[in-house]
């Protein structure tokens, strides 16, 4: 069978890529066809049911050269995977985010965290609430990644506030820098799960992901960008309303914590519950509660978290952590 697709409303080189790098990478997905560029024209030879899927698929790919300046092979990987289907996220939130560095399909693991990416995709500021090891970061990161990936974004901003979890910064060697890169290091290896080392160097280096304390975002604007508030819990009402008002046009913010583990010299003094109060109720605003059956990591953590949580409601409500 043969069928000849005529271009319109696109021109060729948007949709083939430098050197024809995208079409071919799109033609690799049917091998057994043969497709021949000639201008804004398309010659297929092949089977039917092959001829309409590459007739399906490429109109998928049009539609998503019409959100971006320019395609690349991610893009065509991304028609193929899931990755780029905004509906399947709306529908069920359990497609594929990301893939991880080692081809692992990174997905939402239970309905919890399958309502964080739905919210996403519906709202643009989302409070993940709950206990630790729920992957409530994991899961926001992983978005922020497949947004930039996507071009829906220009850069990942990640920032913690730089509170002392029962440890003393002041005396850890190196300057401001080297003192924080510890305390950050969970929203690296986050990252590096999902982007090569290589280019999540060059990402940083370049400002496309920065990760710094949530001091450094006031007076900021943030457009256009991903932006996630990890550990909120240690952050109080003023901090809170500072870093929400950061936001600007095109941007996604997503605000992780656990009001258990508030490091706080004063728990009351915590914005995040009190921040998610005044807000409740505003269009846009999404709010996710994680709970102990949520926890995704060894099944040990579960009966640890509810043993702590135990002993911290028998001796009052003194921090355990």
Known sequence: MKKTIRLEGIEPI??????????????????????????DELILEGGQSLIEEFSIRLGELIEVKKHKLSLTTYDVADIFDGESDRGKFLHSGDAVIVHSTDGKPIRARNATQQKMVKAYFKDDLIFAVGPAGTGKTYIAIALAVRALKNREIKRIILTRPAVEAGERLGFLPGDLKDKLDP??????????????????????SEGTIQIAPLAYMRGRTLDRACVILDEAQNTNIGQLKMFLTRMGTNAKFIVTGDATQIDLPHRSDSGLLKGIELVKGIKGISTIFFSNED??????????????DSAQDADGGSDTR
């Open 183 to 204: 305390y950050l290091q969970p929203l690296y290896d986050a990252l590096g799960d999902m982007i090569p080392a290589k280019k999540l160097q060059d990402f940083m």
């Open 295 to 308: 926890i995704v990591r060894h099944p040990l953590v579960n009966k640890i978290v509810k043993a702590f």
């Open 14 to 39: 948007e949709l083939y890529g430098p050197g024809n790098r995208v079409l071919e990478e799109f033609c690799s997905y049917f091998p057994s066809l043969k497709v021949v560029a000639r201008g």
